[in-house]
């Protein structure tokens, strides 16, 4: 499908790495910790971005509940995949 021409000064929204990885999280959670996929994509977009925000996600990880998988996710992409 052909899409139109993008115009100067046009604003477009995109997902920060931050609100990627919590919302992976909550989904994850959500979903009952057994999807994969979304555990590789947390993992993935963590060791992507080096200069990830923490602080941004460490204050909203207990406001969503995924505290614990967060401090999870960060250790397996440090050390390596874990079996979730």
């Not at 499908?1 to 990627?20: H, N």
């Amino acid at each position: 499908m052909p899409l139109p021409a993008l115009g100067i000064g046009a604003e477009y929204p995109v997902a920060s790495s931050e609100d990627i990885v919590l919302a992976k999280l909550h989904r994850y959670k959500a979903g009952g910790e057994t999807s994969e996929r979304q555990w590789t994509d947390i993992l993935k977009v963590i060791i992507a971005t080096p200069k990830m925000d923490w602080a941004y996600v460490e204050s909203w990880a207990p406001r969503l509940g995924v505290d614990a998988l967060l401090a999870r996710a960060r250790a397996a992409a440090v050390f390596g995949p874990t079996i979730p």
